[in-house]
């Protein structure tokens, strides 16, 4: 965890350590079962596409996920009030500053990426500027912060590495399979690679998953003990959520991929407290807030 005074969370750093050698040991197996299955010349091959992968995830994150958004960084001089609540937070956090971005989009959402804290970016939409109060936009941007602070962006970026390339190992076996010929041998490898695959895929997706829901209870509670007005949160995140179900269905599947960064799922109508949702519940997010704010004894009204 990066040093800030953003309240430590040793649970999340403990899930992080765990997913990313999980998914490491995976992914080393998944390469060492292709180099058995396949011919030996192809091994160096398949071992620098997976290192490969992971290390494109991890160098570029943040170019990825700003161009994805449609975003772009904005100056102090273009977004004054932006930069000044994210000067204000870093100060109060005792963290560098992240560059700061915008995408113009009337889905209101917020997000962090970046490979490191000096290379991270916060972003929000148009959508939620318009949407929200400042102490609300604070509560959003200082939860944006934790995911910084604890690093936890960088880990999801590069664990999601495994899964990627068990999607394009799927491809491979059967491009490979279909090169080599219609033989007993070109069958048994493809359904290995298939199989294995697969596999490290579910796996890896289900792991994401879980590390992504605790992630954002846990920004979520170092945000709030940060501005001490866990409240804004809670009122921010219902505006959020209420406004996302009067979005189009088409315009939320649009934005789909970067659910897992978002500080509320671009989806409606369904729940999310399911094994494959990346975000907790709205309840369970608003309980928590309640929690806080009885303990700091400044009851919601």
């Known amino acids: 965890m990066a040093h800030s005074r953003f309240i430590k969370d040793t649970g999340l750093t403990a899930r992080m ?6 998914l490491g040991a995976l992914l080393v197996g998944l390469v060492v079962t292709l180099m058995f299955v396949f011919p030996p010349q192809y091994a160096p ?29 904005v100056s102090p001089e273009e977004a004054p009030e932006l930069h000044a609540m994210i000067d204000r937070l ?27 804290p ?17 102490e609300e936009l604070e509560g959003v941007l200082a939860h944006e912060l934790s ?4 690093r936890d962006v960088l880990v999801m970026t590069v664990a999601s590495s495994a899964g990627i390339v068990a999607g394009m190992v799927t491809r491979g076996a059967q491009f490979g399979a279909l090169s080599r010929g219609r033989n007993n041998n070109a069958g048994a490898a493809l359904v290995v690679a298939l199989v294995v695959s697969l596999v490290v895929y579910a796996i890896s997706f289900l792991l994401l998953r879980l590390l992504s829901r605790y992630r954002e209870m846990s920004a979520d509670r170092a945000g709030a ?53 990346t ?23």
């Open 118 to 134: 000096d290379r991270a970016v916060v972003c929000v939409t148009t959508g939620i500027l318009g949407r929200l109060t400042a």
């Open 225 to 277: 003990y940060l501005t001490m007005n866990p409240a804004a949160l809670a009122s921010a995140l219902q505006k959020i959520t209420g406004e996302i179900a009067t979005i189009p269905q088409r315009d939320l599947r649009a934005n789909n991929a970067a659910n897992a960064f978002f500080i509320a799922p671009a989806v409606s109508g369904v729940s999310w407290s399911t094994a494959t949702a």
């Open 17 to 22: 350590g765990a997913v990313m050698f999980g």
């Open 90 to 116: 870093c100060a109060l956090a005792d963290m560098p500053k992240p560059r700061v971005g915008v995408a113009d989009m009337d889905l209101p959402n917020a997000f962090a990426t970046g490979r490191s």
């Open 147 to 150: 995911h910084v602070a604890h």
């Open 279 to 301: 975000h907790p519940s709205l309840e369970q997010r608003l309980e928590q807030l309640a929690r806080i704010q009885a303990e700091l004894g400044r009851p919601i009204g």
């Open 45 to 73: 091959l398949i071992a620098v596409i997976g290192l490969g992968v992971a290390f494109y995830q991890w160098w570029s994150s943040d170019k990825v996920a700003m161009r994805a958004m449609r975003a772009r960084e």
